[in-house]
């Protein structure tokens, strides 16, 4: 399926890498638990720190808890409005919280991401494969090519992008 786009999503992190907490890889996950935990309450005393909501959304992403990743990237999304990056992992989680279903509202953050930024990497490849969910194989590639006018053609990120377009091609044809 277009898990090939929607997997490669992840190596985006390899051409714009989110920061990652200092310290993380040497603690037991139970502290990170812990850790994070401590950073929610914290952010109902500041709710309008920007900074802490990413480090909170990300983090909770990172431990599996979609659906409170995805409410903390609402409130993130409302404090930083414009942001294409903000509404793009906001549509990831909310699709992982989903059971990695783009159709719907991850679909339509998506769109919001591409009216602001026609080029955002990760909202492209997040649209074309929400299409290719749909059945709209015409539309899933014409979204993935213009992906491929955006990075290095020997990436491992492009060779993923054009094996989903040779699948949706495929697809329209019928075989």
Known sequence: PAGLVYAAVGNLRAIDPPPAPRQAHALAGG????????LAMRLREAPNDAEGWTMLARSLAALGRYEESAKAFARLA???PGNAGVLADYADT????????????????????????PKHLKSLA???????ERGNFQSAIRYWERILALVPAESGFAGSVQASIAQARQKLSGS
């Open 126 to 132: 997040l649209a074309g494969s929400a299409e290719f």
């Open 78 to 80: 409302e404090l930083t």
């Open 94 to 117: 909310l699709a992982m919280a989903r059971g990695r279903k783009l159709d719907g509202p991850p679909f339509a953050l998506v769109k919001r991401a591409l009216a602001i930024d």
């Open 31 to 38: 502290q990170i638990g812990a850790m994070v935990d401590r």
